[in-house]
């Protein structure tokens, strides 16, 4: 069973930066794709970054030039969120794609204007 354990969330001032980390039980790049997802308070849930196993990467165009995903050689994929707004506050989660879809419990990111 793949676990995926975030961490890095917290409150930071708007302008400022976190850094998340996603770790993966096995190796990430038995996955087809990882990604870095959010869910604010009465909205859906909303792509944020994705990585495939290439490496070619997506975002959202409301973090496009803010957002970076990235990944290490083994198990772990990190999401450096800079120039944060209030309307990032969410909870992010981290999801890997190989057949079916597996999930972390997510972290709470909240930016204080």
């Known amino acids: 069973q793949v676990q995926l354990v975030e961490s890095g969330g917290g409150l930071v001032q708007a302008g400022g930066s976190l850094r998340l980390s996603c770790a993966a039980s096995g190796n990430i790049f038995s996955f087809n794709a990882m990604g870095w997802y959010r869910q604010a308070p009465g909205k859906q849930r909303e792509s944020v970054a994705t990585i495939t196993k290439s490496g070619s990467t997506n975002y959202a165009v409301s973090v496009k030039g803010r957002f970076t995903i990235s990944r290490d050689n083994k198990n772990t994929v990190y999401l450096q969120m800079n120039s944060l707004k209030p309307e990032d506050t969410a909870v992010y989660y981290c999801?890997?794609?190989?057949?079916?879809?597996?999930w972390g419990q997510g972290t709470q990111v909240t930016v204080s204007s």
């Open positions: 999801a890997a794609f190989s057949g079916g879809s597996y």
